[in-house]
């Protein structure tokens, strides 16, 4: 865009418009960048959210599997389980942490 306005911009004697001119692309670049920027931090972070979120489903998968196998070997009485304790300690065992300290270094822009 700039190659198509500074032909046409006048210029005076110190060629002050036509700096003034290019100061002004100059700021509505950094002013898209910036936005770009924030705009991929926002999906960065979504990103992240959603990985956690999918780590942690698999590990309760993984833990509901064991429990039917488990009770299809051997009929005992049911112990009662504090199911959300059991699911913030699944949370915490994910290994979410670790994945993510892994792959966010792919995600940051630099």
């Not at 956690?52 to 051997?74: D, F, I, M, Q, Y």
């Not at 959300?84 to 792919?106: H, M, N, Q, W, Y």
Request: aromatic share 8%.
């Amino acid at each position: 865009r700039i190659n198509e306005i500074l032909p046409n911009t006048n210029t005076d004697t110190d060629g002050y418009q036509k700096t003034f001119v290019i100061r002004q692309w100059m700021e509505s670049v950094l002013d898209k960048i910036d936005l770009h920027k924030a705009e991929h931090y926002r999906y960065v972070k979504e990103g992240i959210f959603l990985l956690e979120l999918a780590l942690w489903k698999v590990k309760l998968c993984e833990s509901e599997n064991k429990n039917n196998a488990a009770e299809g070997r051997t009929r005992t009485k049911k112990a009662k389980v504090d199911v959300e304790g059991a699911r913030k300690e699944r949370r915490i065992t994910c290994g979410a942490d670790i994945v993510i300290k892994s792959v966010l270094p792919f995600l940051k822009l630099e």
